[in-house]
């Protein structure tokens, strides 16, 4: 059974940094996509980071600040997030799918049960 556990979010103010980890078991990172997600209240799901096999992807929002990264060792990916705005605040989510990553959450089977993520100004 798939599972994915995040942790490391918290509560900061603007301009401060928190690293977010989504940890795997019965699933194996190394040839797969993971991406985060973050959702605020009232706002759809939105793609932030992706990374497969070396690789990575930002969306423009993060471009920047937001570091993805993954430990294939301990089979967990990381989120770095630096200069972090109040926009950022949301629950943020890692997914894993097989093959190349993709922005649409629809293609993503795998989830974990999130992290809240709060950015005061």
């Known amino acids: 059974q798939v599972q994915l556990v995040e942790s490391g979010g918290g509560s900061v103010q603007a301009g401060g940094s928190l690293r977010l980890s989504c940890a795997a078991s019965?699933?194996?990172?190394?040839?797969?996509?993971v991406s985060w997600f973050r959702q605020a209240p009232g706002k759809e799901r939105e793609w932030v980071a992706g990374?497969?096999?070396?690789?990575?992807y930002y969306a423009d929002s993060v471009q920047g600040r937001f570091t993805i990264s993954q430990d294939n060792a301990e089979n967990t990916v990381y989120l770095q997030m630096s200069s972090l705005k109040p926009e950022d605040t949301a629950m943020y989510y890692c997914a894993a799918r097989g093959g190349y990553c993709h922005a649409d959450s629809s293609q993503y089977l795998n989830w974990g049960q999130g992290t809240q993520v709060t950015v005061s100004s």
């Open positions: 990374i497969r096999e070396g690789s990575t």
């Open positions: 019965g699933y194996r990172y190394s040839t797969n996509c």
